[in-house]
């Protein structure tokens, strides 16, 4: 049994049938302590919250939720009521483009697991200065192509320790599907934030098609979040 619960609440109007979220749910848990514990030694024990109930005190939350308008409209929120981790999953705009909620799912999941605060880093000293990583384990290669099935479910891969530590070399796993041959490599699609300690210009995002790429994080992203000081983040309610 694992010290961290995790309740999974289902507000989406287009994932209706209990069913594909419990199977979901059932491979998010085999996910977690069969594949991702034993590699970061971070376990949990997930649930499905039924219709009406609320999470019991003390669970972090995994919330399913429609597209980033309508979670705009209840509010981009980064710990429950409790000061406790939030993760959300937008379903329906994983529909509209063409992604399985599951994997999104998995991505948000495994992340809040290994950076619960989002505010982990791994320093990378370079000739001049260096560069903090930041602690996320699922944007290096989070295409969908690179994920694997559990029981007929999408999951995402996922990096290891090793793809934080530069002194590794080309033999060491990387990443669960072994599809990363050295650290800080993102396959096609991935992407990582970092921050230049040097030029201090605040958190920048790279991305396997374009080297220190700056853009504006998306609201309620885990890189929004990153910059918005603990004191200031806002609690939420189911």
Same mark, same amino acid.
């Given at each position: 049994?694992?010290?961290?619960?995790?309740?999974?609440?289902?507000?989406?109007?287009?994932?209706?049938?209990?069913?594909?979220?419990? =199977?979901?749910?059932?491979?998010?848990?085999?996910?977690?302590?069969?594949?991702? +514990?034993?590699?970061? $030694?971070?376990?949990?024990?997930?649930?499905?919250?039924?219709?009406? =109930?609320?999470?019991?005190?003390?669970?972090? !939350?995994?919330?399913?939720?429609?597209?980033?308008?309508?979670?705009?409209?209840?509010?981009?929120?980064?710990?429950?009521?409790?000061?406790?981790?939030?993760?959300?999953? *937008? +379903? &329906?705009?994983?529909?509209?483009?063409?992604?399985? !909620?599951? $994997?999104?799912?998995?991505? @948000?999941?495994?992340?809040?697991?290994?950076?619960?605060?989002?505010?982990?880093?791994? %320093? @990378?000293?370079?000739?001049?200065?260096?560069?903090?990583?930041?602690?996320?384990?699922?944007?290096?290669?989070?295409?969908?192509?690179?994920?694997?099935?559990?029981? $007929?479910?999408?999951?995402?891969?996922?990096?290891?320790?090793?793809?934080?530590?530069? *002194?590794?070399?080309?033999?060491?796993?990387?990443? %669960?599907?072994? =599809?990363?041959?050295?650290?800080?490599?993102?396959?096609? $699609?991935?992407?990582?934030?970092?921050?230049?300690?040097?030029?201090?210009?605040? !958190?920048?995002?790279?991305?396997? @098609? &374009?080297?220190? %790429?700056?853009? /504006?994080?998306?609201?309620?992203? /885990?890189? @929004?979040?990153?910059?918005?000081?603990?004191?200031?983040?806002? +609690?939420?309610?189911?």
């Amino acid at each position: 049994m694992a010290n961290i619960k995790i309740a999974v609440i289902n507000a989406s109007t287009v994932i209706t049938d209990d069913k594909e979220v419990k =199977k979901v749910v059932d491979a998010l848990q085999i996910q977690v302590q069969r594949d991702f +514990a034993p590699a970061w $030694g971070v376990d949990a024990d997930l649930r499905v919250v039924p219709k009406g =109930k609320k999470p019991a005190a003390g669970e972090w !939350w995994l919330v399913i939720l429609d597209n980033s308008d309508q979670a705009g409209a209840l509010g981009y929120h980064d710990v429950t009521k409790d000061g406790l981790p939030l993760g959300k999953i *937008f +379903a &329906k705009t994983d529909q509209t483009y063409g992604q399985q !909620w599951s $994997g999104t799912a998995s991505h @948000e999941l495994l992340e809040m697991l290994a950076d619960p605060n989002i505010n982990l880093t791994v %320093f @990378e000293e370079q000739t001049a200065g260096g560069r903090l990583y930041a602690y996320e384990v699922c944007d290096a290669c989070e295409a969908e192509k690179f994920g694997y099935q559990i029981n $007929g479910v999408l999951m995402s891969d996922f990096v290891y320790p090793s793809w934080f530590e530069s *002194f590794r070399t080309s033999g060491t796993q990387f990443d %669960f599907m072994k =599809k990363i041959k050295s650290p800080f490599q993102l396959l096609a $699609g991935g992407y990582i934030g970092f921050y230049d300690v040097q030029a201090g210009s605040g !958190w920048q995002q790279q991305t396997a @098609e &374009k080297v220190n %790429f700056r853009s /504006r994080p998306p609201v309620g992203s /885990r890189r @929004e979040r990153r910059s918005v000081p603990l004191g200031q983040r806002i +609690a939420s309610t189911v």
